[in-house]
């Protein structure tokens, strides 16, 4: 039973290129969210998504960021023309349609920018 | 604002001892929480969860207690083992289905 799986754990990016970040729900697992994680803090939400919709993208910076869960495939979180401040840990978590509310997380994509 | 903080930011505990970790939460109309402990380069694993009306919830080795009068959460762990080391987070929902806000971590160190 494969838990939440995200892809690729590690990424290296240069300022100015894109980075795409992939995030596999459990399966039956119909809810994403999106975490962001800064060395030494906690998690701080970004983007809920339902398949093909964006529930709550409050967290979400305004520019160059951007989410999708389309009907077939990963959740992907599209970084554009990456900076510095993008380097941190992005978890993505995910909750059956029925569920209490615990959200299972994945184990990270873990972005550098050089 | 919105927070959800802790009151230590470390924890040192013999190892057999119990572990009690605590949280202040800001916003009374949360209505659900949940404990995470992360682990090194791992993602946050849940722990135990607990809705706004109940005051205990009891686990394996674990229990959470929610005061709501005084907005605080407190997790305990018995006989804490060396494998309990990690970092503890508190989080907390403001409606069903929605996003978690989490506190900044407790660092839960446990001696031989």
């Known amino acids: 039973n494969a838990g939440v799986m995200q892809n690729p754990r590690h990424l290296v990016r240069r300022r100015g290129q894109e980075a795409r970040l992939r995030c596999s729900p459990m399966?039956?697992?119909?809810?994403v969210y999106w975490y962001r994680q800064l060395p030494e803090e906690g998690l701080k939400f970004m983007v809920y998504?339902?398949?093909?919709?964006?529930?709550?993208e409050s967290g979400m910076p305004k520019e160059r960021f951007s989410a999708e869960f389309p009907k077939e495939g990963p959740s992907i979180l599209r970084i554009q023309q990456v900076v510095r401040g993008d380097s941190a840990a992005y978890f993505c978590a995910s909750r059956s349609a029925g569920g209490e509310g615990e959200q299972f997380f994945g184990p990270g994509t873990r972005l550098t920018v050089l | 604002g919105e927070s959800v903080g802790l009151h230590l930011p470390t924890l040192s505990v013999q190892e057999g001892d119990n572990s009690i970790i605590n949280c202040a939460y800001s916003?009374?109309?949360?209505?659900?929480f949940i404990w995470y402990k992360q682990e090194s380069g791992k993602g946050p694993q849940f722990i135990i969860d607990i809705r706004s009306n109940m005051d205990k919830r009891q686990g394996q080795r674990v229990t959470v207690l929610l005061n709501k009068t005084v907005k605080h959460l407190s997790l305990q762990i018995a006989a804490t083992q060396p494998g309990d080391s990690a970092v503890y987070f508190c989080?907390?929902?403001?409606?069903?289905?929605?996003?978690?806000?989490f506190g900044q971590g407790t660092e839960l160190s446990v001696k031989p």
């Open positions: 998504l339902q398949k093909e919709n964006i529930i709550d």
């Open positions: 989080a907390e929902r403001r409606n069903q289905g929605g996003k978690l806000i």
């Open positions: 399966k039956g697992h119909s809810h």
């Open positions: 916003n009374s109309a949360s209505d659900y």
